[in-house]
């Protein structure tokens, strides 16, 4: 037998024999060469198969990570903001999701502070304007009152005398609306029952709305009315709307005051059957000085903005079943979830 041999040896116990087994390398070697072969075409398999899988999951992680990396880019540059970055999974997908909310809550509380600036800006220059105003006005209207009591006075002087006297009088009013609409404090709450705070606004308005022909309706359905808001500042919001909707809104026409809600919310829907607002315009309606009525200073749904997210709630403009305009008004039950 030609070239290196492999010799094994087996004793028997019973005959005594020893016998020897002679077989060449290559042929005895060759069950264990085949055995590694096999081996390491497995684990060349079992590698490229983990190369993949790897490739892929990574892959699943990253592109989610990415797609929220360049969200928060373009969210820096200006312009319009991104669409948000949707998908991903698990963990991955509800960081994307939490870091979204996380920005628009940003969003939300910067243009909170920028309008919150921007009426209390408004509230001094108006405080300073009433305080050199008022004092000429009364001026005027006093000197119009002794006029007045003057005898001998001709019926044309006696006129004039009264208009300036009610012109006066309505500068007056003129100015301390305005410090009325832009004086703002911190909400003082206490429970209060908020379907009788609307329908205590609606009887302080009832005279213009019967004066104007104006049909208002008061719809109860919030299962849970009681909640800890500041009483005054929440009449004062209701009076904004409903005098908003009783000026636009021609003679014959009608404003429904609807309150529903769920667990977690009170909902206020002030509805009129008026001309409506166009969507572009629905989100720049809450902005100081922005109104879509002649006479209007354009204070009214900034100043019920600022409040109602005092309060921890929101205010939205959509369209109303009525046909016209509706203002929802969401406050949350709960005074623990106010952010």
């Known amino acids: 037998m030609a070239g290196e041999v492999v010799v094994g040896a087996s004793d028997s116990s019973t005959l005594g024999w020893r016998t020897l087994i002679l077989q060449s390398r290559e042929v005895a070697l060759a069950p264990i060469r085949r055995m590694g072969r096999v081996f390491t075409g497995l684990l060349a398999a079992t590698l490229v198969v983990t190369v993949l899988a790897s490739l892929g999951v990574s892959a699943l992680i990253a592109r989610p990570i990415m797609r929220l990396t360049a969200f928060t880019r373009g969210y820096l540059r200006p312009g319009p903001p991104p669409a948000p970055p949707t998908g991903g999974p698990g963990e991955i997908g509800e960081l ?51 006029l007045a009591s003057e005898p ?21 009013r003129l100015v301390g609306s305005m410090l009325d609409q832009t004086r703002t404090r911190a909400p003082q709450r206490q429970a209060s029952d908020l379907h009788t705070l609307i329908r205590h606004a609606v ?39 409903l005098g908003n909707a009783l000026t636009i809104l021609p003679p014959g026409g009608h404003v429904q005051l609807r309150t529903h809600g769920d667990k977690s919310r009170f909902i206020l829907d002030v509805d009129d059957d008026g001309p409506g607002i166009a969507p572009e315009d629905r989100q720049r309606l809450f902005e100081p000085f922005v109104h879509k009525r002649e006479g209007g200073l354009g204070l009214g749904l900034a100043v019920v903005r600022q409040i109602v997210r005092a309060h921890g709630g929101d205010v939205v403009v959509e369209d109303a079943a009525l046909g016209g305009a509706r203002i929802r008004l969401s406050l949350p039950l709960q005074p623990d979830r106010i952010p």
Do not use: W
């Open 152 to 172: 001998g006075l001709s019926p044309e002087a006696a006129e004039l005398l009264a208009i300036m006297q009610s012109e006066t009088e309505r500068l007056n």
């Open 203 to 241: 009887t302080l308005l009832m005279a213009q709305a019967r004066d104007r022909n104006i049909a208002v309706t008061v719809v109860s359905d919030a299962p849970e009315p009681i909640l800890q808001v500041d009483a005054e500042q929440f009449i004062q919001v209701v009076l904004n709307l």
């Open 96 to 146: 994307g999701r939490s870091f979204v909310h996380l920005i628009e809550e940003l969003q939300r509380s910067q243009n909170t502070l920028v309008q919150a600036s921007r009426l209390a800006a408004l509230g001094e220059v108006t405080a300073l304007m009433a305080h050199e105003v008022r004092t000429p006005v009364g001026i005027l209207r006093s000197s119009a009152q002794m």
